[in-house]
C-alpha cells in the first residue's frame, strides 16, 4: 500500500517542493488549495495529472485553514498517514495589517488540524508535521537559537505560530499524538513568492541588469537572517515524521546574513559591485564597478554598456514604509539536534542559493524584456 500524505499550504513554496519530493518517494499526495478566481497552481502544474486519470500521484482539494468542517471533512475522506501543516499567512509585515486573519490562520488553524485527527480517531495512524519558525525567537534570548531556547515573539505571525506550537506539544502529550514541530529558519528558493525579501532582491537585481526597473526599496538593512534553501528543508520535514518518537527540531545552517550582505552578494553573483554609504533611511547602495566578462556571460553582451554608464547611481534605496513596528535583529540557528538525530545535513550554502534564484529570475525577466521590446515594435508599426 502507497504511504498517503496529506498537505495543506501545497501550491507555496515548501508545497510544491514537498509534493514533488514525496511522489518521488512513492506517497500519494493530496494537496488543500484555497478558491481562487485565478489559477494560482503553477509551482505544482509539473505534477498535475487529468482527474480521470487513475492512480493518481496528487490530488487537490478545495479547502482553507479557516474551515473546521471543512478540513475534518478532507482528513477523514483521505484517512492520511501523513499530515504537514504548511499553510499559513506566512508575511511578517502584513501580519502587522491582518493581525486577526493571522491568528486565525496560523494558530486556530493548526488548532483544527489537531482536533480533526483526534475527533476521527487517526491518533495512533496520522503523523503531524507542524511547520514552526525562527520569527518565535523575535527578541532573540540566546545566540545561536535552538530548540531550548526561549521564545520571544515579535509580530502577530510569530505570535500565532506560537500557539501554534505550544498547542502541537499540547496535543502530543495529552493525547499521544505524534505530532512535531519543525521550527525552520528562513529558507529560499525561485519558487519564494516575489514578496519576500530574498525574492524581492534577486528579481530586482535581474530587472536593474536588464534594464527594466531602475532601483529597489528595502527596510532594514541590518537586519540579519540564517538563510538555507527549501529544497533541504522539505527533507528535513520529512525525516522528522519517520523517527520512532515525536519531536521538535531546529532546522537551520548556523550561518547569518545581514540583509545589505545578502544584496551585495546577489549583485556580484552577476558582476556588478555594489558600495554601501550613509546611514538610517539615508543609506543607498550604488554602482561602484562592472566585472565584464562575469556580467556578459550572466547577462549578455547587450545589455553591458547600458550598465556601465549607470556607475556611480543609486540602485538601492530605503524606504520607512518597510520598517516593521517590532524588528527581529538577528536570527541564527543551531541544528545540532537536527544533524544528529535526523541525520540532516544541508547541500546548499547561501552562494549557491543566490546562483539557484538569480539563474531563475535573469531567465524570466529577459522574457519580461523580450514581451515588452516586442510590445513597442508592435506598436510602432502599426502608428
Given at each position: ?17 514537498l ?139 510569530a ?11 499540547n496535543?502530543r502529550?495529552?493525547?499521544n ?21 530574498t ?55 548556523g ?34 564597478q ?54 540532516w ?39
Open positions: 500500500m502507497r504511504k498517503v500524505a496529506l498537505l495543506t499550504g501545497v501550491t507555496g513554496q515548501d508545497g510544491a517542493y509534493s514533488e519530493y514525496l511522489v518521488k518517494k512513492g506517497y500519494t499526495v493530496h494537496g488543500i488549495k484555497r478558491r481562487a478566481s485565478s489559477f494560482n497552481t503553477n509551482r505544482i502544474d509539473h505534477l498535475y495529472q487529468d482527474p480521470h486519470q487513475e492512480n493518481r500521484n496528487l490530488i487537490l482539494h478545495y479547502g482553507d485553514m479557516t474551515d473546521s468542517m471543512n478540513i475534518t471533512r478532507i482528513i477523514g475522506d483521505i484517512q492520511p498517514d501523513e499530515i504537514y501543516n504548511l499553510a499559513a499567512q506566512s508575511h511578517v509585515k502584513v501580519s502587522f495589517d491582518t493581525p486577526e486573519y493571522t491568528a486565525n490562520v496560523d494558530g486556530l488553524g493548526t488548532l483544527r488540524i489537531l482536533e480533526a485527527v483526534r475527533l476521527l480517531k487517526l491518533t495512533d495512524k496520522t503523523r503531524i508535521y507542524q511547520a514552526s519558525t525562527s520569527e518565535l525567537y523575535g527578541l532573540v534570548q540566546e545566540v545561536p537559537q535552538k530548540e531550548t531556547t526561549p521564545f520571544y515573539p515579535r509580530s502577530p505571525y505570535v500565532a505560530k506560537l500557539y501554534a506550537y505550544w498547542i502541537t506539544v496535543y502529550e495529552a493525547y499524538m505524534f505530532a512535531c514541530n519543525g521550527i525552520l529558519f528562513n529558507h529560499e528558493s525561485p519558487l519564494r513568492g516575489e514578496t519576500f525579501v525574492r524581492k532582491v534577486t528579481r530586482a537585481v535581474a530587472r536593474i541588469a536588464l534594464g527594466i526597473q531602475n532601483e529597489v526599496y528595502m527596510g532594514n538593512l541590518s537586519s540579519k537572517r540564517d538563510w538555507g534553501h527549501a529544497k533541504d528543508y522539505i527533507k528535513a520535514m520529512y525525516l522528522i515524521l519517520q523517527q520512532d518518537t515525536p519531536d521538535d527540531y531546529v532546522i537551520a545552517t550561518i547569518t546574513t545581514t540583509i545589505r550582505d545578502f544584496i551585495k552578494k546577489t549583485f556580484r553573483e552577476i558582476g556588478i559591485g555594489i558600495e554601501f554609504s550613509g546611514e538610517g533611511v539615508n543609506e543607498t547602495g550604488k554602482i561602484a562592472i566585472n565584464t566578462d562575469l556580467f556578459v556571460e550572466k547577462i549578455g553582451e547587450p545589455y553591458l554598456e547600458a550598465m556601465r554608464k549607470r556607475i556611480g547611481e543609486a540602485v538601492v534605496k530605503v524606504d520607512p514604509e518597510y520598517f516593521r513596528p517590532t524588528e527581529v535583529e538577528l536570527l541564527i540557528g543551531d541544528a545540532t539536534k537536527a544533524r544528529t538525530k535526523l541525520s545535513e544541508p547541500k546548499y550554502n547561501l552562494d549557491t542559493l543566490i546562483e539557484d534564484m538569480m539563474q531563475n529570475d535573469v531567465k524570466e525577466m529577459k522574457k519580461e524584456a523580450y514581451l515588452k521590446e516586442a510590445g513597442y515594435r508592435i506598436l510602432n508599426y502599426f502608428e
